[in-house]
C-alpha cells in the first residue's frame, strides 16, 4: 500500500502565495516521477507541473508557467508546488501524482492523494 498526504491549502488572495506539499509513504520501491494535477468546478482535471526523480526535469501548464515551481525531495519522497501570483481562476482541488513500483520487476503505477482545496478569492 501506497499513502500520499497532500497539505498546504487553502484560502488566498490574488497576488498570493501558497505552498503544497505530499508526502508518500508505504511500501514503494521507487518513484519515477512526482506531479500535482487539479480540478475546478465544473471542469476536467489538468496536468499542472510534473519533475522526474532521476534528473529532475520539470513540466509545466503553460498557464502556471513563472508562477508556479515544482521541487522535490528524493530522501522524504515528498513533492512541493510553490504557487505565487495566485489568480482566481488557480481556484481548485489539487491533487498529488507519484508514479512508482512496489518491486523491482513491477510495473509502474500511478498513485493518486485525497486533494486539497485551494481557493483565491478577496
Known amino acids: 500500500q501506497v499513502q500520499l498526504v497532500e497539505s498546504g491549502g487553502g484560502l488566498v488572495q490574488p497576488g498570493g502565495s501558497l505552498r503544497l506539499s505530499c508526502a508518500a509513504s508505504g511500501s514503494i520501491f521507487s518513484i519515477n516521477a512526482m506531479a500535482w494535477y487539479r480540478q475546478a468546478p465544473g471542469k476536467q482535471r489538468e496536468f499542472v507541473a510534473g519533475?522526474?526523480?532521476?534528473?529532475?526535469?520539470?513540466t509545466y501548464l503553460d498557464s502556471v508557467k513563472g508562477r508556479f515551481t515544482i521541487a522535490r525531495d528524493n530522501t522524504k519522497n515528498t513533492v512541493y508546488l510553490q504557487m505565487s501570483s495566485l489568480k482566481p481562476e488557480d481556484t481548485a482541488v489539487y491533487r498529488c501524482n507519484v508514479r512508482g513500483r512496489l518491486g523491482p520487476s513491477s510495473a509502474n503505477t500511478d498513485y493518486w492523494g485525497e486533494g486539497t482545496l485551494v481557493t483565491v478569492s478577496s
Open positions: 519533475i522526474t526523480s532521476g534528473d529532475g526535469a520539470t
